[in-house]
């Protein structure tokens, strides 16, 4: 054990301290030792969960027994699923953002609203001290840091992990060492479960060449025979699964629910972190990539193909810039209306096919399809023009490759 986790030197190797501190509590390994190490260096520990979606009840209540057993002053869960929707996971839809044509950022999108929901409780306690259980490694460090240096600047951040720069196994043998022992070794996948996905970590995704086994994947294939399912978005949102309408949060749940029974949505992305290093993490993220892709389809037939162009890299902007933890800058706003004014016809069905381990998309309905037959149908007959009309056409519209061409002698 490092000397900086004994008990005369706990909690940042800072001498016995005492105010309110709000510790971003998720009961892992991490934050159990943030929990017991700040506790007994004196501070009065507010220990706070934010769920953000993929905790039952009981899960939560065994959180916050378990929160009082590290010594804790008073326990808070705060069910921001709702929040987190409305503020992120609406805009990645609209966005069909997926992070290097992979990932759905199912944990970095939870993150941003756990930061902020956090931070606003301790300012409602007057808490002097904020802690979280990030490695100095990690993009969650600089996602929450971001967040309460912006929105609470006169609050301390204290972050026991990361400065004593602790290990697993270091962190294990002082909470043995303080009669709290749950077994930790077992854990062999770390997993972070959320309304937009599962992320799922483990030895294997530290190396390139490795895949994570079936069985590391919290779903498991239940069903086999194909299943029909129909989605019904308004102005792109998702307000109905099957007919059954319902906010689109619980959507996201329903469909959930039965595209990991087909062990839908599992890879392994591999990216740039905002530390500078390359990262690799499985998931599972079965709604998330149904709904993108069912979405985007929908947009392929209602938008024009300059809104399509532009809301590509817009989008691209978006996702990474929420990813490297600048959702509080104010050009997330300008981009989120653009987003939203965007999605004004993108209303109508799309009908999904799930199958084991994959889905497909088998067409929309829509009243805004723009593939209207009255103008004509590509390949076929043309019924809006002339055929005249269309030599002048591209008589004109090749005049500008002719010209340059020309005057550059390169044919």
């Known amino acids: 054990m490092k000397e900086a986790t004994n008990s005369s030197s706990e909690a940042q190797s800072q001498s016995k301290k005492s105010g309110k501190l709000v510790l971003a509590y998720s009961g892992g390994l991490d934050t159990s030792y943030c929990a017991v190490s700040l506790s007994k260096a004196g501070y009065e520990v507010h220990s706070v969960s934010v769920n953000t979606g993929g905790f039952s009840s009981e899960e939560i209540e065994h959180i916050e027994s378990n929160a009082y057993k590290m010594g804790v002053s008073t326990y808070k869960n705060i069910d921001a699923v709702a929040s987190y929707y409305e503020k992120v996971i609406k805009y990645l839809i609209f966005g069909n953002v997926l992070k290097n044509n992979t990932y759905p950022l199912s944990v970095s999108a939870e993150r941003i609203i756990q930061a902020i929901e956090i931070v606003e409780y301790a300012k409602s306690i007057d808490a002097q001290f904020i802690a979280h259980g990030s490695t100095g490694a990690g993009n969650d460090q600089v996602r929450f840091d971001m967040i309460f240096q912006t929105l609470a600047p006169h609050i301390e951040i204290i972050t026991p992990i990361r400065d004593q720069k602790l290990t697993r196994q270091e962190e294990i043998d002082y909470l043995k060492q303080h009669g709290v022992d749950s077994s930790w070794e077992k854990s062999k996948y770390s997993i972070n479960k959320g309304l937009w996905g599962t992320s799922v970590g483990g030895e294997e995704t530290l190396t390139s060449e490795k895949p994570l086994p079936d069985s590391a994947y919290p779903s498991q294939l239940k069903h086999s ?16 699964v099957n007919g059954v309408e319902n906010s689109p949060e619980i959507n996201i749940e329903v469909l959930n ?18 530390v500078g290093i ?30 399509l162009q532009h809301k590509d890299y817009l989008s691209s902007f978006y996702g990474m810039h929420l990813h490297e933890g600048q959702y509080l800058d104010p050009v997330m706003r300008n981009m989120e209306a653009f987003l939203e004014s965007s999605q004004a016809q993108v209303s109508g069905e799309v009908i999904v096919t799930l199958k084991p381990y994959h889905f497909s998309l088998d067409g929309i309905r829509s009243e805004h399809d723009l593939m209207n037959a009255k103008f004509g149908a590509y390949g076929e007959v043309n019924s809006g023009w002339t055929a005249e009309e269309a030599k002048g056409f591209i008589k004109i519209f090749a005049n500008q490759n002719k010209i340059y061409h020309q005057v550059n002698q390169t044919l």
């Open 257 to 274: 629910d039965m595209a990991s029974a087909y062990a839908i949505g599992r890879d392994i992305h591999v990216g740039d972190t905002i």
């Open 278 to 307: 390359k990262g690799r993490v499985g998931f599972e993220a079965p709604a998330a990539l149904v709904i993108i892709k069912a979405h985007h389809l929908l947009e392929k037939h209602t938008l024009t193909k300059w809104q």
């Open 225 to 240: 025979d194909p299943e029909k399912v129909l989605l019904r978005f308004l102005e792109g949102e998702l307000v109905a």
